[in-house]
């Protein structure tokens, strides 16, 4: 799976900013299992069933539906720059069954230590 295009984006007034990705395929039903590893992750029932939510606090987090082609992603603006590009790997990162995340991990380690130097001036 990996992401296609921005389809809309805009500021939002709580500060972060918005983009709706098209992905090149559904949303797997395991996907937010997945991210789980990397935040915390809430189902939304409420909103419908297969609704999720993952939160990656200082970073973004991700709405979506399990077998819907977009995803909501809300980035932190001031350190967007820093975390874009992780989310792309996640995602093109993502495979059904058993995901070796040791990759993945050195990398959310190298840009956490960069987030939090660029807010809070150390690691």
């Known amino acids: 799976m990996r992401i296609l295009r921005s389809v809309r984006h805009k500021s939002c007034a709580d500060g972060t900013f918005m983009k709706e990705f098209l ?67 996640l995602i093109s990162a993502y495979r059904e069954g058993p995901v070796d995340l040791s990759v993945l991990k050195q990398r959310e380690q190298a840009v956490g230590k960069r987030v939090r130097e660029h807010l809070y001036g150390h690691d």
Not at 25 to 34: A, I, L, N, R
Not at 42 to 59: H, Q, V
Not at 62 to 87: N, Q
């Open 23 to 89: 992905l090149s395929e559904p949303v797997p039903s395991g996907f937010f299992s997945y991210l789980e590893n990397f935040g915390g992750v809430e189902a939304l029932p409420g909103l419908g069933e297969g609704f999720y939510k993952f939160e990656k606090p200082d970073w973004f987090s991700i709405k979506g539906l399990a077998g819907d082609t977009t995803v909501e992603v809300r980035f932190k603006k001031e350190v967007m720059h820093l975390t874009v590009d992780f989310l792309y790997f």
